[in-house]
DNA sequence: AGTTGACACTTTAGGTCTAAACTATGGCGA
DNA sequence: TCGCCATAGTTTAGACCTAAAGTGTCAACT
């Protein structure tokens, strides 16, 4: 979200640096996954399911911080590829991933983790520890 | 975009809070911004054309961070409301504020940068200066 | 003048996301 | 048992964005 050049003051400016930043990594982030013929949203479940498997589709959209609706269209995505699978259980559904999906998930996660810290290295490891607990802060002040 | 369990290092972790600090801040935006019937991305454009009037489509395209393609269709929306105008000028068009469109701006861009530099006020004035820094040396780096 | 090329904008198809309406389904009290 | 309600997921309409193809226009060269 862009400037006046009326009020320039230190959050102001902070907040746009960070738009920018994130917006431009998550464009690479797209060329990046094109690899693993991913999507950033697509690699996100995967990560995710992949890191602790059987969640609720409720779950996981409140991890991935979108909505349930989202969720479940990414699913039925993820699923049409053979990667993930939903198993009925009472109410609601249980995401796992298949075995094409681990593989998959095995192979892209820990390589596409891997490039996202390399993005940071501009700054010194102090630096990077600083501003962890800067976002920190300001994220709990967000509830 | 969410984590593995298994890497857990200070870049990762402070990426993942840079995404959720901004979704949530441009989720609460999008609700802010309602009571002037704009747009985040509507707001951005007003922004930009009430600092610097008479921007060409594509200047607007790379200060915004997007596309030109979406710049025309935002341009598109704008000119349907009556904020903005396109004025032809050899072969590109420049952009200015209608009246209305000057009306609002000046209306709605203080009042929501106010709010979005609230959104701040959890890190001390050194603490703000600190992360812009920070953001500004990530950014750069990053061409 | 006619051709070519570069540049500025527009259009289109498709992916992402949201809010809100809709459709189960399981549990609970009357 | 029946009906109700809360919960989980699905669908739909619409905004935003991109990449890529399309259109138009200016200028420079032949």
């Known amino acids: 979200m862009p ?10 400016l902070a907040w746009l640096r960070m738009v920018r930043v994130v917006s431009r990594t998550q ?3 797209t060329d990046h996954l094109r690899q693993f013929d991913l ?3 697509q690699f996100d479940v995967l990560a995710q399911v992949g ?9 996981l959209a409140d991890r991935l911080l979108v909505t349930q609706g989202n969720v479940c269209q990414l699913l039925d995505g993820l699923e049409k590829k053979k990667l993930v699978e939903r198993r009925r259980e009472g109410r609601s559904n249980r995401i ?9 998930a095995s192979q892209a996660v820990p ?6 810290a390399e993005r940071m290295t ?5 630096e990077q520890r600083e501003l962890l607990r800067l976002l920190r802060k300001l994220d709990r002040s967000q509830q």
């Open 3 to 12: 400037r006046s050049h009326t009020l320039q003051s230190a959050p102001l």
């Open 27 to 29: 464009r690479a982030a």
């Open 39 to 41: 999507t950033p949203a």
């Open 51 to 59: 890191a602790t498997p059987g969640p609720s589709q409720q779950e």
């Open 96 to 104: 796992f991933l298949t075995t094409d999906g681990q593989a998959l």
């Open 111 to 116: 390589e596409h983790e891997t490039w996202q």
């Open 122 to 126: 501009a700054l010194e490891e102090e």
